[in-house]
């Protein structure tokens, strides 16, 4: 489908981690200036705007708007489950696109300190939470399976969060700031065998934030900073027909052609990539559904260095989930703060050399019978 | 969903979640899923249109109770409805489904992917009510019939 191109101008997060004194206003507020200030625009140019969240309770994002002084432009606040940032990305990136708005705001803001302890689990409504499960336990039992189906090793897995978290000491945002090694992450405490609490990402709280805008806009800016929006895909999990291997995405790798489609480049082409880490194993899941790995050898990639900051395709240079921290809702709009950062070359110590084409994946909610609940893939070019 | 006729008599015990299991005349419990007749395709939990071919007639479909794991966790942190540690796994069941379940009677560490196992109804922890609850766990299946 045609359409005209869309552009990011401004991006802005405050720091992820527990942050307990603050509240999810204060932090939704804090990465709002922080867009409006780095696109170097005036916020009574915004037009519309989109709130991801997941728990935060009624009116958040107007409350936000409430904050900075932009009332009385059209909102939306959006729950998409982890995707719920990302899909509040994508109702900006579609406004503009179908020419309604000229600049619209997108953010996702999220204090879980203050909403909850300990692992997650599904709707309680939902037959599978009726029998015991948690959203560790999902991704223990894909682990499980990958490694006898790939005849990869524990320790192997181990190596993801050391990767992401080595990233994240370079992430002043991040909630993590010191690296870790293979032995801490066997030896921290099981979550879900054979997933230890070093392989799930934290309870975080944390707000980023997007200016999207047209063309002209981009343009007028005149700034050269701009980073172009080439596709911004949402899928929504098939109910299965027939049980497949729960160590391959389909779900991911439809999304993924969606994007790859929208935005005329192919795996191939992608320099680096921010992918939904929830855990240690949804990186491998993630990258080899989207392509950028082959299936069921990512892992051996990671050992040999590919993965890194400097390699052939990193993969999380902000440290990811697992080392930035997931305040939900903000962790889509964060994901391509990073990008956006990496494109324009002012990603600091961990600047990735030459990157041109950067995607972003996110992923999150599960019911029974469907693979997933929501999926998004956005690309962004330089 | 309307509130037709009002209840006049108590159930005996009500299942886990509305549709999912029944007692057969012998007392022994087994799953109810979907099926489409259209085009065969099985599901469960139950579902009111088949998501192959959308027909939205679909057929009541008991299922058999014995089923290979697919994959399995020990969980070790969870909510205080499941007091941990406990098993939870996948099961393959004959007609096409994966279902999760909790495997009881097993050592955590004699449990492995490919294992028989045989599903049972069961009493889970009442509801708010006070009503009984029925659910389902896996147990290891015995190996006298070859199994499915």
Not at chain 1, 32 to 41: H, K, N, S
């Amino acid at each position: 489908m045609a359409g005209p191109d869309v552009f990011i101008v401004g991006v802005g997060m405050t720091r992820f981690g527990k942050q307990p004194e603050r509240d999810t206003v204060e932090l939704g507020a804090e990465a709002v200036r922080g867009a409006v200030e780095d696109a170097g625009i005036d916020p009574r140019r915004i037009e519309g705007s989109y709130c991801g969240h997941v728990f935060q309770g009624m009116a958040t994002g107007q409350r936000v708007l409430a904050r900075v002084g932009l009332a009385g432009i059209p909102l939306a606040n959006v729950e998409n489950a982890c995707s719920s940032g990302a899909t509040a990305l994508r109702e900006a990136y579609i406004a503009v696109r179908a020419g309604e708005h000229d600049v619209v705001l997108a953010f996702g803001t999220e204090h879980l300190t203050s909403r909850f302890k300990g692992a997650f689990t599904p709707n309680e409504d939902d037959l599978e939470a009726a029998v015991g499960l948690t959203m560790p336990a999902i991704y223990a039992m894909r682990a499980r399976r990958y490694l006898e189906d790939f005849g990869v090793t524990r320790e192997q897995l181990a190596l993801i969060p050391v990767k992401n978290k080595r990233n994240a000491a370079l992430n002043p945002l991040a909630q993590f700031q010191e690296q870790i090694t293979v032995e801490d992450v066997l030896a921290s405490r099981p979550i879900a065998d054979p997933l230890r609490l070093l392989d799930c990402s934290p309870v975080s709280d944390g707000a980023a934030a997007a200016i999207v805008v047209s063309a002209a806009v981009a343009r007028s800016l005149g700034n050269g900073r701009a980073v172009r929006l080439a596709a911004s895909a949402l899928r929504t999990g098939a109910l299965e027909v027939e049980p497949g291997p729960m160590t391959f995405e389909p779900l991911t790798r439809d999304t993924a052609a969606d994007a790859y489609a929208r935005a005329g480049v192919g795996p191939e082409d992608v320099g680096f990539a921010e992918v939904h880490d929830c855990f240690t194993i949804a990186e491998a899941l993630r990258v080899e559904g989207l392509g950028l790995f082959p299936r069921g050898e990512y892992l051996q990639a990671v050992e040999r260095g590919e993965a890194d900051i400097g390699g052939r395709l990193p993969v999380n240079p902000s440290g990811g989930l697992l080392g930035k921290g997931h305040p939900l809702g903000a962790t889509g709009v964060a994901q391509v703060v990073e990008l956006v950062r990496q494109l324009r070359g002012e990603a600091g110590s961990r600047q990735i050399a030459g990157a041109k084409v950067g995607l972003a994946h996110c992923r999150g909610g599960k019911a029974a019978g469907i693979e997933g609940a929501a999926c998004t893939v956005q690309i962004l070019v330089r | 969903m309307s509130h037709t006729e009002q209840e006049t008599t108590t159930p005996a015990w009500v299942p886990l979640r509305p549709g999912v299991l029944e007692l057969g005349p012998d007392g022994q419990g087994h799953l109810l899923g979907s099926r489409c007749p259209a085009c065969g395709a099985c599901f469960f939990p139950p579902v009111e249109v088949c998501a192959r071919c959308l027909n939205g007639e679909l057929e009541r479909a008991p299922l058999g109770t014995r089923g290979t794991l697919y994959t399995f966790t020990v969980v070790h942190q969870s909510t205080p409805a499941f007091p941990a540690p406990y098993v939870l796994g996948y099961v393959d069941l004959p007609e096409g489904v994966r279902v999760l379940g909790q495997i009881a009677g097993v050592e955590p560490d004699d449990v492995r992917i490919g294992m028989e196992l045989a599903l049972s109804v069961e009493p889970f922890a009442p509801d708010e009510e006070g009503r009984q609850v029925l659910g389902y766990r896996f147990h290891a299946a015995p190996e006298d019939d070859g199994g499915a």
